[in-house]
Every structure is written in structure tokens, then in C-alpha cells.
């Protein structure tokens, strides 16, 4: 479970989008990749890595053949997971408790954060001697907790709650006197509190990556979904080696969990903008890039909803997946999943090459499910897609359960997929 321990560590170091993106730099830059900047010419060479970053919470890295690419291998993966952004120090209420002010972020089981250690993560804006600069927050101590009212002042509770957000889902941060949150990351980060202009801060239980079961057969974690496949997807790339033929890419992109409609997010221009950038400085002819972009297969890898123990009614009777049953391939007629019958099979072609094994999600005809990146990335750049992801329980809660051999199975079919040699020859027909 090699892999599993090193997506452990990769969630510990990741409490926010912005601790994800820098965790994944470093693991590039480990592997030799060069960083650049969007704000600064770039000069590339065949047969190296490069990777850059927008907005410090998206990143897309990328390998280049020694020639032009014949296409593109790419894998996509959001580092946003639903939670509750700070918006200031204080709300008004009882003046014996300080409680923050928080919004919530994407669509979370707000039960599931009741009641367990919380502190905050994301990064502040800080005046510096030069001008400003976005630096990482994390303070590492149980700050917070978001108490729920006692049963004895709710007698139904038990038969269902309306939360709140306002009124229910506000953080007791401490009792009145204490040192402000502003002063604390002023504290963490060496600066003062008055060089602090402005902040990006989320809320993030403090529960560490265990494993479950008898045999460790499962684990749990904050933000599995989807940083189980942001590190697997990062795993697979840097481990497949640098193609001959096709160039290889890899995308983390920000705010999947409100829409991608964002500067960072899979709707913006920035991979078109990082694949034109390329495709410049190479050279290459329109019609080589278009060429390419056909010749091409990107997975949007983002979880499935496990059939649930307690629930099995909930799942589709002929689609039914499960921890460790392999990678899961999501099909869904609305085409809120990018999955067609013919980029299935040609990913199921790849992970049967590779051993990998495979099972097949669809929501209940009368369920409607959730959208992930990939049809929205779609629509920024024309490129063959399916949609995969891991089996996982308790999605959108404060802490989720996966199984703990599906790390693997998916970094193994990320790393065949960048391997992979077949070509496009005719509208529907692929070549290995």
C-alpha cells in the first residue's frame, strides 16, 4: 500500500487548494521539473518537464517528446474539496464567545463537521518591502469546533435536521479575550498583524489519514474527493517516464466543487492558454496542434459513490462499484460525465494491457448525480475524455472512507494511459 501511505502524507500536506498545488510542485520539482511563470517568456526543450501554477490553487505540468507531440496523454484532478471559508475574526452575539464568520464552500454533509477539532488553512496577502505576496497558512493546533445543540434542546434531531448555515455552521473560536485569528497567522507567518491586507481561509478537520479494518482494507481522511485523485493522477505521471511520440500533461485545477467558473477553475483558459503557449514555442502549425488535440485522451479523475453498506438501495442495480473493485469508469446520459462508449472501451482497452482492473458507475435512472470537470473542460478544449475516478463512502463529509488498494489501482492506470502509444487512424478507430 506504498501508494496509499505516500496519498497519506500528500492529504496531511494538503489542508487547502493552495497547500495542494505547493505539495505537488514539490514533488515535480523532486522529479527535475522546471517551474515557470505565466507573467514570463517561456523557453522549452524536447524531452524535459515543466509545470506552472494560477492563483497558487491550480497547476498544470507537462512532459514533451523530443519531436513535435503527435497528441496529448492528460489526466485532470480538482484540489478544492467542499468546506467553510473564513470571512473575518468575529461575529456579533454573546459577548462571552467569539465565534468566525464563515460562508459555506460547495455542497458538504454539515452534520459531519459538527463536534470534532477544526483549524484553518489557505494563505494571506501580505505587504512586503517589495509590494504583496499570497504566502501559506496552516495553524497546526485544534483551534475550532462547531458545536451542535444538545439533544435535550432538540428533541427531533434524530428524525432529521434543517441546517442553517448562518446560524447553525458558525465555529466557536474561543471565549471572549482571546488573541484574534489575525494575530495568530501574523504570529505563524513572522510578519505584522497590520502587513496582513487581506486572507484566503478555509476551514479543515484535524483528523489524520487512518486505516480501517481488520486487514487495513479501507482508509479514511479529509478530502479524499478529490485529492485521492490529484495525488494518484500526479503518482501515474511522474512515474510513466517520458513518451517518445506524445506529449503528457498534468492538471490540478481549483473551485470544482462551485462550478469551475473561475480564472483557475477547468472553465477558464488555462490549459488552452499553457497548450497554445506550447505549441508556439515548438512552432508547431495549426493544423498540427488541432491534429494533436484528436489524437488525444484526457481523464477527468474525480471519485464514485461506493454502494453504501447501510444504503445499498441507493445504487444502480446493474452499475453497482466498491472499494478496491478497480478503477471506477462513470457513464451518465446527460453527459454530465464526459465518458462516451467509445473512450470507455479505449480506456478499458489500456487498463486491461496494464492489469488493472476496472468497474463501471451510472446514477439511478430516477437519481439525478453530480457533474464533475470534465464535461466543463470540454468545453475549453475539444479533446477525447472519459470520466474515472475511485469508489469511495461518505462523500462531501467533513471526513470520507475509500479503500485503501484503489490508490494504486488508479495511479497504475494514470501511468499506462501517459504510456500509452495507440493512435487515432479514422473517426472511431484507434491503433495501438
Known amino acids: 500500500m506504498q501508494t496509499t501511505d505516500l496519498l497519506m502524507e500528500y492529504i496531511e500536506n494538503s489542508p487547502s487548494p493552495y497547500h495542494a498545488v505547493h505539495s505537488a510542485a514539490v514533488l515535480l520539482e523532486e522529479a527535475g521539473f522546471t517551474r515557470l511563470e505565466e507573467c514570463a517568456p517561456w523557453t522549452l526543450e524536447g524531452g524535459r518537464g515543466y509545470y506552472t501554477t494560477r492563483n497558487q490553487s491550480s497547476l498544470i505540468a507537462f512532459r514533451l517528446p523530443e519531436g513535435a507531440p503527435e497528441g496529448w496523454r492528460l489526466a485532470a484532478a480538482h484540489s478544492d474539496s467542499p468546506t467553510f471559508h ?14 468566525l464568520s464563515v460562508e459555506g464552500y460547495g455542497g458538504m ?56 448555515a448562518q446560524k447553525d455552521m458558525q465555529p466557536l473560536y474561543a471565549l471572549s479575550g482571546g488573541t484574534p485569528l489575525t494575530a495568530l497567522i501574523a504570529e505563524e507567518l513572522g510578519v505584522e498583524a497590520g502587513d496582513i491586507l487581506s486572507t484566503d481561509l478555509m476551514l479543515c478537520p484535524r483528523q489524520r489519514p487512518v486505516y480501517l479494518g481488520p486487514e487495513g482494507e479501507l482508509f479514511q481522511a479529509p478530502r479524499i474527493d478529490d485529492l485521492g485523485c490529484a495525488y494518484a493522477a500526479l503518482e501515474g505521471f511522474l512515474t510513466a517516464g517520458i513518451s517518445r511520440r506524445f506529449g503528457q500533461i498534468y492538471c490540478l485545477f481549483d473551485n470544482e466543487e462551485v462550478g469551475s467558473g473561475t480564472r483557475q477553475g477547468a472553465l477558464s483558459t488555462f490549459l488552452p492558454d499553457v497548450l497554445a503557449r506550447i505549441g508556439e514555442v515548438l512552432g508547431l502549425a495549426a493544423q498540427d496542434a488541432r491534429r494533436a488535440l484528436a489524437n488525444s485522451l484526457l481523464l477527468s479523475a474525480d471519485n464514485g459513490h461506493a454502494v453504501h453498506p447501510n444504503f445499498p438501495e441507493k445504487a444502480d442495480p446493474a452499475n453497482r462499484v ?24 479505449l480506456f478499458q482497452a489500456i487498463c486491461r494491457k496494464a492489469e488493472v482492473p476496472v468497474q463501471v458507475f451510472a446514477n439511478r435512472a430516477d437519481e439525478p448525480g453530480g457533474s464533475t470537470l470534465g464535461n466543463l473542460l470540454g468545453r475549453q478544449v475539444s479533446i477525447p475524455m472519459v470520466d474515472i475516478g475511485m469508489a469511495q463512502l461518505a462523500m462531501h463529509a467533513a471526513v470520507e472512507t475509500a479503500g485503501s488498494r484503489d490508490p494504486e489501482y488508479l495511479a497504475r492506470a494514470c501511468a499506462a494511459l501517459y504510456q500509452a502509444e495507440f493512435t487515432l487512424t479514422a473517426d472511431g478507430i484507434y491503433r495501438f
Open 109 to 164: 454533509n454539515c452534520a459531519s463537521w459538527l463536534d470534532r477539532p477544526l483549524t484553518v488553512a489557505g494563505r494571506a496577502i501580505v505587504r512586503t518591502g517589495e509590494g504583496v505576496e499570497g504566502r501559506l497558512v496552516y495553524l497546526d493546533q485544534d483551534l475550532l469546533t462547531i458545536p451542535s445543540l444538545a439533544i435535550h434542546q432538540q428533541r427531533d434531531v434524530n428524525r432529521g435536521h434543517d441546517y442553517n
Open 86 to 99: 473564513v470571512k473575518n475574526d468575529a461575529l456579533e452575539g454573546d459577548s462571552r464567545y467569539i465565534r
Open 322 to 345: 466498491y472499494p478496491n473493485g478497480g478503477v471506477v469508469v462513470k457513464v451518465a446520459a446527460s453527459q454530465k460525465y464526459t465518458t462516451t462508449g467509445l473512450t470507455a472501451g
